[in-house]
């Protein structure tokens, strides 16, 4: 009985990550690095692995995390929190009129800093409220003065869900 339960809940964050991806217009989410687009934070003189102010990063990541994940965002402004999201643009579009999106949302639990530009993120993601996918990874970057939730991390949602999808 448990274990039936825990597939059917396994099912639910798969089927969760394949409604917030797959969609007839993903061509779009290759990852070009978006370096030539990046803004380096101030640090101080000495290189670290953080930015100069890391609560106040992490505090960004976690709120336009739940901000992109949150099915009442309106899709520009996920654009925004989403690294080179103009070039994402028709695949957030797509989610907003899907019924089983709007009931997908994550809770960011850990940021860790790999650079003053970018962190690791471990989330669960979440539908209707229950967890789904516990200790998820993804990555946030730091593009044009805003954490982002990275191309990486939407691509490797498209993953866990099985799918193959061209540039992911």
Same mark, same amino acid.
């Given at each position: 009985?448990?274990? @039936? ?5 396994? /099912? ?5 990550? /394949? ?22 934070? +101030?640090?101080?003189?000495?290189? +670290? ?10 505090? @960004? &990541? ?11 965002? =309106?899709?520009?402004?996920? &654009? ?9 643009? =028709? ?19 850990? &940021? ?21 996918? =516990? ?7 730091? @593009?044009?003065? +805003? ?18 999808? =061209?540039?992911?």
């Amino acid at each position: 009985m448990v274990s @039936q339960m825990l597939l059917k809940r396994r /099912a639910a964050a798969f089927g969760a990550a /394949a409604v917030l991806v797959l969609t007839p217009v993903v061509a779009g989410c290759s990852d070009d690095n978006g370096s030539s687009n990046q803004v380096t934070p +101030t640090t101080s003189p000495a290189m +670290t692995d953080q930015p100069m102010d890391p609560g106040a990063a992490k505090a @960004q &990541i976690t709120k336009n995390w739940t901000a992109f994940f949150d099915p009442k965002t =309106p899709t520009a402004e996920r &654009i925004k929190l989403l690294e080179n999201g103009e070039s994402m643009a =028709p695949v957030l579009g797509a989610f907003a009129g899907d019924k089983n999106a709007s009931q997908t949302s994550v809770k960011v639990k850990e &940021i860790d800093f790999t650079s003053p530009t970018n962190a690791n993120v471990t989330y669960d993601l979440l539908v209707a409220g229950n967890t789904a996918l =516990p200790d998820a990874k993804g990555t946030s970057v730091f @593009q044009n003065d +805003t954490w982002k939730v990275s191309v990486q991390t939407l691509c490797g949602l498209v993953q866990v869900s099985g799918a193959t999808v =061209p540039g992911c």
